[in-house]
């Protein structure tokens, strides 16, 4: 079980927006430690989405957005497409735990 | 731009050890942070520690102290992880992944994947 809680699974229909949660405490997100979001399709590599809260990467759409407040964050996917069904993956620093750690993850289905 | 290209997959008994390498190509390899994760087959990713080489510290997350080492070769550009005391719930593929921004805890490279069986 995460530190970071994320829903299991989210859904949407082409075209879309949907969002995310990572809801973690005042030992990580809430201590104000960044949050980073990757993208993973299995049996491939997973891939940095979002880094530093709002953060892009080079080759990134602007369809995928972060955003952080108090002890959680989000990731907002708009404009949804058949190619985004992959699984969520957020990510912070603990220093009750002094490591790095992820979320559950969030399987997103494409209707 | 980093590529990491890790070694192949294996079969290991429990109770026995495992030793995974990953190496660097292009950047400079001493100036990142190199973590290991892994997803059992079912499961999330799971963070389980990292190494820094410019200043030769490393961290691991509790639920591996003492069974993982993780160490850099500078002069080869090559991170290894080692796993101990092989349990059949340590099966999983293993990545590195780097962090090139000091610092700031993101992976922005990582490499193929080393698929660990541990069966009997």
């Known amino acids: 079980q995460s530190v970071l809680t994320q829903p299991p699974s989210v859904s949407g229909a082409p075209g879309q927006r949907v969002t995310i949660s990572c809801t973690g405490n005042s030992s990580n997100i809430g201590a104000a430690y960044d949050v980073h979001w990757y993208q993973h399709i299995p049996g491939t590599v997973p891939k940095l989405l979002i880094y530093s809260n709002v953060n892009r990467p080079s080759g990134v759409p602007d369809r995928f957005s972060g955003s952080k407040s108090g002890t959680s964050a989000s990731l907002a996917i708009t404009g949804l497409q058949a190619e985004d069904e992959a699984d969520y993956y957020c990510?912070?620093?603990?220093?009750?735990?002094?490591?790095?750690?992820f979320g559950g993850g969030t399987k997103l289905t494409v209707l | 731009q980093v590529q990491l290209v890790q070694s192949g997959a294996e079969v290991k008994k429990p109770g026995s050890s495992v030793k995974i390498s990953c190496k660097a190509s292009?950047?400079?390899?001493?100036?990142?942070?190199i973590s290991w994760v892994r997803q059992a087959p079912g499961q999330g990713l799971e963070w389980m520690g990292g190494?820094?080489?410019?200043?030769?510290?490393?961290n691991y997350a509790q639920k591996f102290q003492g069974r993982v080492s993780i160490t850099a070769d500078e002069s080869t550009s090559t991170a290894y992880m080692e796993l101990s005391r092989l349990r059949s719930e340590d099966s999983a593929l293993y990545y590195c992944?780097?962090?090139?921004?000091?610092?700031?805890?993101?992976?922005?490279?990582w490499g193929q994947g080393t698929l660990i069986t541990v069966s009997s």
């Open positions: 990510q912070s620093y603990d220093n009750s735990l002094t490591a790095s750690v």
């Open positions: 190494i820094l080489p410019i200043f030769g510290t490393e």
């Open positions: 992944a780097f962090t090139t921004a000091a610092g700031t805890g993101y992976h922005d490279y």
């Open positions: 292009g950047g400079v390899f001493s100036r990142y942070g």
